[in-house]
């Protein structure tokens, strides 16, 4: 099961830092993956990370977003910088690039 947390209420230009924690699996050896979901809108692939931390981002969020592992806490994280109203959604944390997996996510909200 994945959970991630760290989201909240942040001014645009704010910061936050995402965790995504797995029970019962370990991230070690598997590509992670971030996807969101805004109101109205279907779910998006945000960004992966590969087991050997090869990065990948969506145009929308590259240089501003971060992914990043911890394989001695067993934990994905991605923070956020420079956010956005556009940036508004539920994020989620999945082990397949559908999102399939995913479980519990964090509602992030950007105001103007």
């Known amino acids: 099961q994945l959970q991630a947390s760290g989201g909240g209420l942040v001014q645009f230009g704010g910061s936050l830092r995402l965790s995504c924690e797995a029970s019962?699996?370990?991230?070690?050896?598997?590509?992670v993956y971030w996807l969101r979901q805004a109101p109205g809108r279907g779910l998006e692939r945000i960004s992966d990370?590969?087991?050997?931390?090869?990065?990948n981002y969506r145009d929308s969020v590259k240089g501003r977003f971060t992914i990043y592992r911890d394989n001695a806490k067993n934990m994905v994280y991605l923070q956020m910088n420079s956010l956005k109203p556009d940036d508004t959604a539920v994020y989620y944390c999945?082990?397949?690039?559908?999102?399939?997996?995913r479980g519990q996510g964090t509602q992030v909200t950007v105001s103007s």
């Open positions: 999945a082990r397949d690039r559908q999102g399939i997996s």
């Open positions: 019962e699996f370990t991230f070690n050896g598997r590509w």
């Open positions: 990370i590969s087991p050997d931390g090869s990065t």
